[in-house]
C-alpha cells in the first residue's frame, strides 16, 4: 500500500469516526443532567416493561385457580351404568374390585388436558330411592358402596360390616336379600338394629330384603364423599307438610355390593365416578386446551373403554372455564391497554428526552460537520453514548423487573424500548446536522424547499391522524383483541394513538392562537404580554406539546378507567346479589318461617321470597326449550325494589293479576324476547302440569349469586301465589331477598346455613380483592403517578430544550432595560400557554376516550354489573392544570435566576 494510499484512508477514519468520537467523554460529563434523566426514564420503563407481563400472567393463573376452586360443579362425573341384557344369577365376588379398576381405567384414557387438572378418581355403586316406611312416615332410602384411595372409612359401633348373603332362587320369583349398615342417626330414626329388616320396595313395586348387619360411625364426617348419598350421616327432610319426605342411605360393604346387582332392576343401579378439580394445576394458557378436552369427551364418551351400555360425562368445567377465560382476557386487554401507552408515553419522553441533549449540542455537531465528520460519526458518537446508557439502565432494570417479579425477562416488550432508546438520538442527532442538498434541492431554493419540507410535514401529520381514527374506529366495531398470543397492537395502542392526533390537532390550535394573540397584544401599553406571547410562538416543535398531551390523556384515561370500575362494582352488587342480603336454599328447605323471622327487625326494611326452578320445559316457543322459573311474591318483591337502587322491571305490577286457575286464562309473566314474540303461545311443564303464560314484560337479567343457570335458558318471572293456584299445589321459596342496613347481621343471627347466604357486603369485598380486580386496580395505581410524573417531566425538558433560544431572547430583553422580575414574567408567560393548552386538550381526550372504549373495555365482566358501567369522571384530575402550570414557571423562573455578568450579556447574538 502505498504513502498516499494509506493518508487517504486515515482521512476517510477521521471523517468517519475522528469528527464525531472526538470529546465524546467530555460532551457526556457536560450533559451530565440530561443524560440522568434519560437513565431514570429508561430503567423505569424497562423496569414497567419486563415485569408488568409477567405479573399479569401470575394474576391471571391466580384468577382462573380462585374461580374454578369456588365452583363446587367443576369436577367431572362419569356415570356408567351396568349391562342390562347379561345378568348372571349368582354374584359377581369381584364387583368392588372391578369398580376400581375402571376408575383407574378411566383416569388413564383421560386426554393430557383433563388429566394434569383433575385430582384422585372417588367411585361409588349407588342404587335409585327406593320407597321405605319408617316410624315416623315414608322415606325414601339409597344404598351405596363408596370407595376412594384413601377414604377414612367407618366403625361398626354394633354388629358388624355387611357380608355377603345366602342367597335366593331368583327363577322362581324369590327376591335377594341384601345386607346393609346403618349410621347411628339413621338407625334411630327408622328403630332398627342389626338383625333387622327394613320394609323397602323397589320403583316397579316389588319388595326389597335389606337386612342390617350392623350400626356405624363415620371416623370423618367431613370427608365430602358422605355427601354424595343424601340421608346417610344424617336423615335428609324434603318439603314440608303433606310433600315432606326423609331422605336416608345406607352403607353397601365390597361383599354386600354384588347382592345388589341381583335385588334390584339393572337400571336401577349404576356406578359412578368422580374426579375432583385440583385448582393449583390449572393455568390460564391451559384453558383452551381443557375447555375443548371436556367438549371433546362428552361428545364421545365411548373413548373411556368402560364396558357396558355407553356412559355419560358430566362436567360443568368447560363452562367455567369459558366464563373465567373471558373475564381474564377482558381484564388482560384493559391491563394491556394501559401497560401499552404507560410504555408509549414513556418512549415518548425518552424521544424528547434525545431531543432536548441533540439541541443542546446542535451547534458543537455543527461545527464538527463543518471540519469534515461525516453523518456516520456523527451517528455513531451518539450511537455509544446511547450503547453505554441502554447496558447500564436496561440491564438495572432487568434485574429489578425480576426481583419484583422473577421469571425469565419479557423481551418482545422490553427490546423495541431499548431499540428505541438506542436509535432516538443517532437518528436526531444526523437530521439536525444534515447533508449536503441535492443539486435538485440547490436549483429549488429556500422558499420551494421549505414548502416542500411542510407539505412532507402536513403528510406525515395527516397519515397519523388518518390511522388513530382509524384505531379507535376499528376498536369501537370489533372491541379489543383478547388472544394474548396475537394480539392486535394497533388496536391495543388505539387509545395512544387518539392522545396522539389530539396533540397534532392541538399544535394547529396553538398556533393559530399566537398568530391571534400577538397583534393583538401588541396594542397594550405593556410591552410584557407582546413579549411573551411572541416568544411562545417561536418556542420549539410540536413534540412537547404532543407528549404532554399524551401523558395527560393516559392519565385521565386511567382514572376515568379506575373510577367507573370502582364505581360499577358497587352498582354490580346489586345487580348480582338482588338485595343487601340473598338467602338460596333448596325446596326442601322453604324460608316462609325466616320471611317471618326477619319481618320487622332492626335495620330490615323490607323481605321478599321467591322460587327458582331451573331448567323448565316450555312449549310454543320457536327456539326455546327450557326456561328458568323465577317465582317472586309480586308485592313483597316490589316493596323490596323500592328499598333497592335497582329499578322496577317493566310489568311487574301485572304479575298479581288474577289470572289462570278455574278462568283458564294465560299466566301473566315477564319472559325474554322469544316468548314476548306476537306469533308464540308459550306453555310451561310445572310439575307434569301445563301451565299456559301471557308475556306482560320483559324479565330482568337473573342475579348471577343465583348460579346454576343453563346457557340455553331464559328466566320467566311469574307470580308466586298465582302458579300455585294454577299448578294446585303450595309453590314453597328457596329465594330470599332482605334489604336494609341491618339485613345481613339480621340473617346471620337467625342461624341459616352461611353457605346459603350471599352478602352484598361480602360479595363487594371478595370482588374488590379477587385477583383480577385487585390486579387491575394496582396497575392503575402504579400508572397514574408514575404518567403524572412522566407529565411533569416533559414540562421540565421541554423547558430545558427551548434554553438556548430564550437565553438569546432575555438577555436582549435586559439590554434594553427590563429588570429581572420583568424578564421572569415574559418567561413564564411564553411557558404557560402551551402548558395549560396541552393539558387541557390531554384532560378532555383522555375522558372522552374513557367514553368511547367503555364498550370495547369490557368493563361489566370486571364490575359484574348485567350491563356497561356508566363513565365516571372525576374533577380532581383539574388540579394536572395549576399543577402543570406551577412546574412550567418554577422551571422558567430558575432559568432566569440564574445570573449573569454584564459584559456576558452584552456579547450574547441573536441568531
Known sequence: MTSGEQSRGRRVWRAWTGGGLAGLGRRAAQDAWPLAVLAVVLLLTVTLADAAPRELGRVADRAVQVSVAAEPSAGMTVSAPFDQHVVEAVPDPGTADQLIEDAAHVRGALPRPLANVLGAPSAEISTT??????????????????????????????????????????????????????????????????????AVSAPDGQPVVITVSGVFRARDPGDPLWARIRGILQPSVRGAGAGRTVALGALLSAASVPDVRLALDPQAVSRVIEFPVRPEALRFADLGAVARAVSALQAAPTDLGLAGPRPTVWTQLDQVVRRVQARVLAAGAQASVLLVGLLAASVGVLGLGSWLLVRRRAAVLRRQRARGASLGSTALGLTLEQAVLCVLAGSTGLVAGRLLVPGPPSWPRVLPVLVLALAAAPVLGALTVGGRPSRRAEVEGPALRERSRRLRAAAGRTALLLVAVAALVTLRRRGLPVDPTG???????????????????????????????????????????????????????????????????????????????????????????????????????????????????AGVRAVALGRLEQNVQVFGVAGTEWVDVLAVDSQTYDRLLAATPLPEPQGMAALGEAAGGPTGRPLPVLAAAALRDGGSSPSLLWHGQTVPLRAVGPAPALSSALAGTGPRASLVVVDRAALSAVAGGQVDADVLWAAGPGAEAAVTRSGVDAAAVTGRGAWLDERRHEPLTAGLLLLLRVAVPVLLGLAALVVVLATAADAPRRDQTLAVLRVLGLDTRQVRRVAVGEALPWTLLATACGLATGTALGAFCLGPLDLRLVTGQSGDPALVAQAWVLVLLPVLAGVAGAASAVQVGRGRALGQVMRIGVT
Open 129 to 198: 330411592e327406593l320407597a321405605q316406611a319408617t316410624p315416623s312416615g315414608p322415606a325414601v332410602l339409597r344404598l351405596a358402596y363408596l370407595w376412594r384411595d384413601g377414604f377414612a372409612g367407618v366403625d361398626w359401633v354394633e354388629g358388624r360390616a355387611p357380608g355377603p348373603s345366602a342367597g335366593g332362587d331368583l327363577s322362581a320369583g324369590q327376591p335377594w336379600p341384601v345386607e346393609v349398615g346403618l349410621s347411628a342417626p339413621v338407625a334411630e330414626l327408622t328403630g332398627a338394629h342389626p338383625g333387622d329388616r327394613l
Open 487 to 601: 394480539a392486535d397492537l394497533l388496536l391495543v395502542l388505539g387509545p395512544a394513538l387518539g392522545a396522539v392526533a389530539a396533540g397534532i390537532l392541538g399544535v394547529r390550535v396553538l398556533v393559530a392562537l399566537h398568530r391571534v394573540a400577538v397583534p393583538i397584544t401588541a396594542r397594550l401599553r405593556s410591552a410584557g404580554p407582546m413579549l411573551a406571547t411572541a416568544g411562545g410562538a417561536a418556542a420549539g416543535g410540536a413534540a412537547p406539546f404532543v407528549a404532554l398531551t399524551l401523558c395527560t390523556a393516559l392519565t385521565a384515561f386511567g382514572v376515568v378507567v379506575g373510577a367507573t370500575v370502582t364505581t360499577g362494582e358497587a352498582e354490580g352488587s346489586w345487580d348480582s346479589v338482588g338485595a343487601d342480603v340473598l338467602v338460596h336454599t333448596d325446596a326442601d328447605h322453604p324460608l316462609d318461617a325466616l320471611a317471618a323471622q326477619l319481618d320487622g327487625a
